[in-house]
């Protein structure tokens, strides 16, 4: 193994007297590092305990041993920070384990010692102990299944163990210790037993835990004893530490911690003697405290951000674009020297120190970790202590609380009363902190509400929004550092009433919008669907669904939220919202299949495919468009399925649709998707909700009419194997692709746009799909061309008709025609959501997501574009359109 053992071993002896001593009483271990054989100094050392005359005796050779050889490994540069703190990890492990046993074996030797386990949190739970840690595990029991004499209660027995497991590794003996434990990290330390059942942890954590053990907790796991009860245990736990909305009081919390630590430290603010490299500015705890609040406010809603460990938590921040990756780079270098630096302050005399001497001390730990003087090492401390100071201090402005503006009075406001009394009618606002903090914003607050168009409901839908807030005070202050965020807030109360009712119906929404990626498009439908089906292992299918619904409502929110701010060009807007919806459908399906599954097994050879028709085939949707669907099979019909229940091929795929509509339509507690619409499908209502491949294609040959040919146009394979997938994409072209009468054609075409027109008029002057000259008749006049001249086969309508185009079959102003009425659709969904005319702050906004000057320039361009459809409607069919 590579490595500078000679060099290790003597800075070892002649600056830290622990590791010259420990050398000279294993003579055989050192003669192994000297000549360079890491590994097996580390075997020998896990084995130096065989033999001993008792556990004691064992794991306190053990550890000596293991000190020892990973110490000189670490200074020859052989062993890596990461494998230093695992080995240490593991070996405490492997001692609560064995202690365990030891206890209840002692007071009941024929016992298998199951019903107790330890759970490592803080260092010990992330794998990084330092060099010369103490443990701060957390001792629970099962009641019911804890080994104990007849005569002994759960809980006295319990007790018993967890004193001899106290015992048996913190006692100082001629061979020393094994750890220092502490045991205060437990529910209630200060009047609980040292080890608690299971059901009152349970209990203290959904009731009374405060906001520190959350964070604890995120580095929790069982370590030793009964592991598969801790792991249940932490499964039952995982919503207190991983809140599914923002969690906003996470970064007062730590706001508040960091401020007394920095207030209790009275050591010098940068590295010189007595610094402390933990808890010093710029330190081990303030990297950890980075990594840390971030994941509380994020990890709820993003499972990947669940790291134990300090660089694998920067990293997984990185990745999701949380966090800079410069910034996860410089922080996690300098985390590492700054445990480095930890580790040789340890290595001296076996201390739990993390303060840096003065003097010949100093000089002689800068010489044990290869500096030539305690100059050298103090000035890379600086620097590297400087970089983390930086980026925490900046984590803590951008999060923090600034001075409180002052409050301008309110009594010329007609708003001023309700206001004032909303801090004694919402709950969230009683506390003296929160009223402050919506003192701050309300200035801004009464702006926006005075330049409303609608100022009322704005107000209705804020005291809704306000009053169901879990906590206001940290979402008021960082509305106060990020008055754009609140901003956005007002605009989506003032002009997007769909968006406006749902935000106060789920205030959690918000959480969206603090993400750097809130206004960015929604990417790849197999990046989508990969995020919403991220789950625990343990997560059942409700919960599931539930994780669905959150994502697709975060994503549409912020695609309402980019509409309103013209981030993007609107039809970007709805095939984003289109690419929401497929991802949906997809993780809908695959997670009905699997459940299906479990009870009815699967059809050998058969598979569900679903075929998307409509704004979904079309690839681009509105906020508040249905999800049009056909669901097939293929494979044979005759075999059943193969589960504890089967069923034949037909019924097992209609159930299985009807559960997959479900799992899209039905609520649950984060709410419904889509409405699921499925009339499309051959014979309509009076149909099989599900038919097989083959009964599909016989329908559409030979039974169809022609307005399902017109719908088939815009159908496209959504969900199902490649090969099934392919399969329907030729059959539905063999259907288009065939010799039609064009004077019946257009006689069911005119007879199909007038029954329509008769019984489905426009909701109001701004409907862009139904008025005629709309959308409806662009899509009817693109429909017919493509069946009568067999050609421009394209389920998005611009691209079909820039292919008719190009055949000279319609003008081609008539695509910028369509992008407008397209653009008008989406956008009014939203801003215009009944049609009528909008009022005037949601009239602009409506103008320019339609790429409109203003207003007025919107309705003379819709105009103008309504009698250019109607002009192409004549040429094509040879009768006019009549354009009120």
């Known amino acids: 193994m590579t490595g500078d053992w000679h060099g290790a071993l003597g800075r070892a002896r002649a600056n830290a007297p ?57 200074l020859a540069g052989a062993f890596p920070l990461a494998r230093v703190m695992g080995e240490l990890s593991a070996f405490a492990d492997r001692a609560l384990g064995t202690a365990i046993d030891e206890a209840i074996r002692r007071r009941v030797p024929e016992a298998e010692p199951t019903g107790m386990v330890a759970l490592a949190l803080g260092k010990h739970g992330a794998e990084e102990l330092n060099y010369s840690s103490d443990i701060d595990p957390i001792l629970l029991f099962d009641p019911a299944r804890l080994p104990r004499r007849a005569r002994d209660e759960p809980g006295e027995a319990a007790q018993r163990y967890a004193r001899t497991v106290l015992e048996l590794l913190t006692r100082q003996t001629g061979e020393g210790y094994v750890f220092r434990v502490d045991l205060r990290l437990r529910p209630a330390s200060e009047v609980s037993p040292l080890a608690i059942s299971f059901d009152a942890a349970l209990s203290h954590y959904e009731s009374s835990a405060l906001a520190w053990e959350r964070a604890a907790y995120i580095r929790a796991r069982a370590a030793a004893g009964d592991i598969a009860a801790g792991e249940a245990f932490l499964g039952a736990i995982r919503p207190f530490v991983w809140r599914r909305s923002l969690d906003f009081t996470a970064i007062e919390e730590i706001r508040r911690l960091t401020a007394r630590i920095r207030a209790a430290h009275t050591g010098p603010c940068e590295p010189g003697p007595g610094f402390d490299v933990k808890k010093g500015r710029g330190g081990i705890r303030e990297v950890e405290f980075f990594a840390q609040t971030h994941q509380l406010i994020y990890g709820g809603r993003r499972p990947a951000l669940r790291r134990r460990g300090t660089r694998p938590a920067l990293d997984a921040l990185a990745a999701q674009g949380i966090i800079a990756a410069e910034d996860a780079v410089v922080l996690g270098e300098a985390y590492d020297r700054l445990r480095r630096i930890e580790h040789r302050l340890q290595m001296v005399e076996d201390r739990q120190t993390h303060t840096l001497p003065a003097g010949p001390a100093l000089e002689a730990v800068a010489r044990l970790d290869g500096h030539s003087d305690g100059a050298a090492l103090l000035a890379e401390l600086r620097e590297t202590s400087a970089a983390v100071a930086e980026r925490y201090d900046r984590l803590l402005a951008d999060h923090g609380t600034a001075s409180p503006a002052r409050v301008q009075p309110l009594s010329d406001s007609p708003f001023a009363a309700r206001i004032e009394a909303m801090k004694e009618t919402l709950r969230p606002l009683r506390g003296a902190e929160a009223r402050a903090a919506f003192d701050a914003i309300t200035p801004a607050l009464i702006v926006a509400l005075e330049a409303a168009p609608d100022p009322e409901h704005a107000l209705v839908r804020w005291e809704t929004l306000v009053g169901r807030l879990p906590s206001a005070v940290n979402l008021f202050r960082l509305f106060e550092q990020r008055p754009g965020l609140l901003e956005q807030v007002l605009k989506v109360l003032t002009l997007a009433r769909p968006l406006a009712d749902e935000l106060a119906r789920r205030p959690e929404l918000l959480d969206r919008l603090i993400d750097a990626t809130a206004l960015d498009l929604p990417g790849p439908v197999a990046e989508l669907a990969e995020r919403m089906s991220a789950a625990e292992a343990d997560d059942g299918y409700e919960r599931r669904l539930d994780r669905l619904r959150q994502v697709v409502g975060e994503e549409r929110f912020a695609l309402g939220v980019q509409l309103i701010e013209a981030r993007h060009d609107t039809l970007e807007i709805g095939e984003g919202l289109a690419r929401v919806a497929e991802a949906a459908l997809t993780t809908a399906a695959d997670l009905a299949c699997g459940e299906f599954a479990k009870i009815h097994g699967r059809i050998a050879g058969g598979d569900l495919v679903i075929l998307g028709l409509g704004r979904l085939g079309g690839g681009a949707l509105t906020h508040a468009s249905d999800l049009d669907l056909i669901y097939l099979f293929g494979g044979d019909t005759a075999p059943e399925s193969d589960g504890p229940r089967p069923l034949s091929a037909a019924l097992y795929f209609n159930r299985l649709a009807t559960r997959v509509t479900a799992a899209l339509s039905v609520p649950t507690a984060e709410g419904a998707l889509y409405e699921v619409d499925t009339r499309l499908r051959p014979q309509g209502n009076q149909g099989p909700i599900a038919v097989s491949l083959d009964s599909f294609a016989r329908y559409q040959q030979e039974t169809a009419w022609s307005w399902e040919h017109m719908a088939l146009a815009r159908a496209r394979p959504v969900f199902g194997p490649p090969e099934e997938r392919a399969r329907l994409a030729a059959t539905i072209v063999e259907v288009l692709d065939r010799p039609r009468d064009p004077v019946k054609l257009a006689e069911d075409v005119l007879v199909m746009r007038g029954e329509m027109a008769l019984h489905k008029g426009p909701a109001g002057p701004l409907d862009a799909k139904l008025s005629r000259g709309g959308l409806v008749d662009v899509e009817f006049i693109v429909h017919f061309l493509q069946l009568r001249e067999r050609t421009a086969f394209e389920p998005a309508l611009e691209r079909a008709i820039a292919a008719l185009a190009a055949k000279g079959l319609v003008p081609a102003t008539l695509q910028a025609q369509f992008l407008l009425l397209a653009r008008l659709l989406i956008a009014s969904r939203l801003l215009a959501p009944d049609a009528a005319e909008p009022h005037p702050a949601a009239r602009e906004a409506l103008a320019r997501a339609c790429g409109q000057p203003d207003y007025a320039a919107l309705l003379q361009a819709f105009a103008e574009t309504r009698h250019g459809v109607a002009k192409v409607w004549a040429e094509v069919f040879g009768e006019a359109l009549e354009i009120v």
Do not use: H, K, Y
């Open 18 to 74: 622990f590791l010259a001593r420990a050398l000279e009483r294993q003579p055989a271990l050192a003669e192994l590092l000297a000549a360079g054989e890491g590994e097996a100094a580390l075997a020998a050392a896990r084995a130096a305990g065989d033999g001993a005359p008792d556990v004691e005796t064992a794991l306190r050779r053990e550890r000596l041993a293991l000190a020892t050889a990973l110490a000189i490994g670490d």
